[in-house]
């Protein structure tokens, strides 16, 4: 890929059935698992890299066909595989204990993996997201499920990823930061993943995810012990703030903080509040200085 801004990271690579996965793995310490979710990649969570690295481990995967990893034509891209990829990854780690931050798609994936794990996971941080069933799927992501409007909207034209960089954020991004978050879909073949990761939206009992998204669903009722930060972009046309309301429900005990002028990407448009947050509450937990 081109230059990319504001990463100054080299990824490792691991390999699944033939296939490389990407990963950082950035500083020592208590391991925090950051997962991201469609369409971006490892590249959201920089900043948070960035200012824990010297003070934890910082592992970043790139989901099969996203980012650094391989983007296979032929590949099961569905809830199951991710989870199990993460898992097979983080066991090849030997991560026995760890934070675990998740966005967007990641909080699926994650809580998918956390659930079968509850004794590994010292804590959660939650940004927009859901690891629950809804019937809630906007228009403008409904269209890219269509047949062939949404394969030519998703990986002819670009349209998911490029959206993103606008409605995804409140404030503008810089053209360097969306060119980053572009850079690994620069083709039709490197856009399988995003095309695949919304048609694998489970909406309902019919869908072949809907068996896994049940139980990541049942698995958060194992993960009630544990620490959870959750901070929410209020201006999130996808992860509203009914889902920010459902995690509070689900986690009465968490520590939440609600971004009103932010969007999607929280990251983004409120990382200066998030990251004294982030750093608190890892210090909290015996992670971070």
């Known amino acids: 890929m081109a230059e990319l801004a504001e990463y100054p990271f080299t990824p490792r690579f691991f390999d699944i059935d033939g296939h490389r996965m990407a990963y950082l793995d950035e500083g020592y310490g208590l391991p925090v698992v950051m997962v991201h979710g469609n369409p971006s990649w490892s590249y959201l969570y920089r900043n948070l890299v960035l200012g824990l690295r010297d003070r934890c481990r910082c592992i970043v995967p790139d989901h099969m066909g996203c980012g650094f990893s391989d983007k296979p034509q032929a590949y099961p891209y569905c809830l199951?595989?991710?989870?199990?990829?993460?898992?097979?990854?983080?066991?090849?780690?030997?991560?026995?204990?760890?934070?675990?931050?998740?966005?967007?798609?990641?909080g699926a994936i994650g809580m998918g993996w956390a659930g079968r794990h509850p004794d590994r996971v010292a804590g959660l941080v939650v940004f927009n997201t859901a690891a629950f069933r809804s019937h809630r799927l906007p228009l403008r992501i409904a269209v890219c499920r269509?047949?062939?409007?949404?394969?030519?909207?998703?990986?002819?034209?670009?349209?998911?990823?490029?959206?993103?960089?606008?409605?995804?954020?409140?404030?503008?991004?810089?053209?360097?930061?969306?060119?980053?978050f572009l850079a690994p879909y620069d083709s039709w073949q490197n856009r399988i993943a995003l095309l695949r990761f919304v048609q694998d939206i489970p909406m309902h009992p019919d869908h072949p995810s809907w068996p896994a998204l049940v139980a990541v669903e049942e698995g958060l009722a194992r993960l009630e012990h544990c620490p959870m930060l959750l901070c929410w972009g209020g201006r999130d046309f996808c992860f509203n703030d009914h889902f920010y309301e459902e995690w509070r429900r689900r986690f009465p005990r968490a520590r939440a903080h609600h971004f009103p002028h932010a969007g999607h990407y929280v990251l983004e448009d409120a990382l200066a509040a998030i990251q004294p947050l982030m750093a608190a509450f890892l210090c909290r937990l015996g992670g971070a200085r």
């Not at 066991?91 to 675990?100: A, E, F, Q, S």
């Not at 606008?166 to 969306?178: K, L």
Request: aromatic share 4%; proline share 6%.
């Open 80 to 106: 199951a595989t991710h989870i199990d990829n993460l898992e097979r990854l983080l066991d090849h780690l030997g991560i026995t204990r760890c934070v675990l931050a998740v966005h967007d798609w990641g």
């Open 146 to 180: 269509w047949p062939l409007l949404g394969p030519l909207l998703v990986r002819g034209l670009n349209g998911f990823a490029r959206a993103a960089t606008i409605m995804a954020v409140n404030r503008p991004m810089r053209p360097q930061i969306a060119r980053s």
